[in-house]
């Protein structure tokens, strides 16, 4: 029988709208043509322009309907001009994260065949990892309270075995998942400067416990800076990364850099319940409101929200719309002819999306 999964969608500021709507009508689309499933969308408004207007940037109403979706759907929220009182920006998927527990920031890394990026890839050879951030503690844990007095600044780094427990299953489990799916090897690395700081010793220590339960997976270690280089020399080798939260920001914003540009890249915020899915851009003020967006990462951000709720529901129909969706995209890129203007073409947000749309209904049975 055709379950139903509610989506809980913030399309947000700046360009959130204008990559929202053809995303949600890609959705929706697939939703109408499946038999195994359908999706309920639900608009929430929250973010820096409703700030502006309300004086609230999450509304209680949008929070606990958030909760009880099946899924949440988020554009960009932010707006330069609109602050805190206290002079921070407004960013409810912030907010989002810490209330619902997120702790594990999925970011792709994906280059085919045919798609421009910095580096020139060997023959044969396509970069597909995975690199996931813990979002909810590490050096971020102190954000906001670092002591400063005249002489000295001091920040806490926190590295808790309860969430680096939960961490290490999921990154395992998502090996095994992309394994399964024929997308790697089943490897993952855990990424951190044991050699130097005994907080990270003890997170790879419990890597390692995690790695035992783990068998038929191979697990291994690198450290930060060298994986930096890694990730220019030989970004190929890497199947998934796991990370603590400061050295999963940098690494992921040269994840995007090997892949063109933020215009490609999605992300996920997962915990053991909610999920929130978005691209790794944000609001982009500037080229808002003259549908120039380009709507590809919110649609991969989209296609990764199938994946897990078809994972997480046992809902084959729903891993199978997620990668249709994601290799027509990756299609459309590497044809080259409806690009937006930052990954060199002239297409404005609705040809780019529709040209996606189109490969997804031509696949249709
Ligand atoms: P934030 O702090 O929320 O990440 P930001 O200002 O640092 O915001 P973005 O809003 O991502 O970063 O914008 C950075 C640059 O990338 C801008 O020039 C913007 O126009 C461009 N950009 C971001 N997203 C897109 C997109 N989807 N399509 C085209 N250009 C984009």
């Known amino acids: 029988m055709s379950k139903t999964f509610e989506i809980a969608v913030f399309a947000g500021?700046?360009?959130?709208?204008?990559?929202?709507?053809?995303?949600?009508?890609?959705?929706?689309?697939?939703?109408?043509?499946?038999?195994?499933?359908?999706?309920?969308?639900?608009?929430?408004?929250?973010?820096?322009?409703?700030?502006?207007?309300?004086?609230?940037?999450?509304?209680?109403?949008?929070?606990?309907?958030?909760?009880?979706?099946?899924?949440?759907?988020l554009s960009a929220m932010g707006l330069p001009d609109v602050r805190y009182a206290d002079g921070t920006e407004i960013s409810p998927q912030i907010d989002l994260r810490k209330e619902l527990t997120l702790f594990a920031g999925v970011r792709p890394v994906t280059v085919r065949e045919g798609q421009r990026g910095p580096l020139s890839l060997p023959k044969g050879k396509e970069i597909d990892f995975v690199l996931i951030r813990e979002s909810t503690e590490g050096l971020f844990y102190s954000q906001g309270c670092g002591e400063i007095t005249n002489d000295e600044a001091r920040e806490t780094l926190l590295i808790t075995r309860d969430i680096s427990e939960k961490l290490f299953k999921f990154a395992f489990e998502l090996a095994g998942n992309r394994k399964k799916a024929g997308r790697g090897p089943g490897r993952v690395t855990c990424v951190d400067k044991a050699n130097v700081f005994r907080a990270f010793a003890f997170f790879r220590e419990l890597f390692d416990q995690e790695a035992l339960r783990n068998p038929d997976l191979v697990a291994d270690h690198a450290y930060v800076d060298a994986t930096a280089l890694w990730m220019v020399?030989?970004?190929?080798?890497?199947?998934?990364?796991?990370?603590?939260?400061?050295?999963?920001?940098?690494?992921?914003?040269?994840?995007?850099?090997?892949?063109?540009?933020?215009?490609?890249?999605?992300?996920?915020?997962?915990?053991?319940?909610?999920?929130?899915?978005?691209?790794?851009?944000?609001?982009?003020?500037?080229?808002?409101?003259?549908?120039?967006?380009?709507?590809f990462a919110m649609i991969l951000s989209a296609a990764m929200m199938l994946d897990w709720l078809g994972i997480k529901h046992s809902n084959e129909a729903l891993v199978a719309d997620g990668n249709r969706l994601r290799e027509a995209v990756e299609r459309v890129v590497a044809r080259g002819k409806t690009l937006t203007r930052d990954l060199g073409g002239t297409s404005g947000t609705d040809d780019a999306a529709a040209a996606v749309q189109a490969l997804v209904a031509m696949e249709t049975v």
């Open 233 to 295: 020399q030989k970004p190929w080798d890497f199947d998934v990364l796991v990370t603590e939260n400061m050295f999963g920001d940098i690494l992921s914003d040269l994840g995007a850099g090997l892949m063109g540009g933020l215009g490609l890249a999605p992300s996920a915020d997962i915990g053991l319940e909610h999920a929130v899915f978005q691209p790794c851009h944000g609001s982009a003020p500037d080229i808002a409101g003259h549908g120039l967006a380009n709507p």
């Open 13 to 73: 500021d700046g360009i959130g709208p204008e990559i929202t709507d053809p995303t949600v009508k890609i959705l929706r689309a697939m939703s109408d043509a499946s038999n195994e499933y359908s999706l309920n969308f639900q608009d929430l408004p929250a973010g820096a322009a409703h700030y502006a207007a309300t004086g609230e940037s999450l509304p209680k109403d949008s929070m606990d309907a958030a909760r009880q979706a099946d899924a949440i759907l």
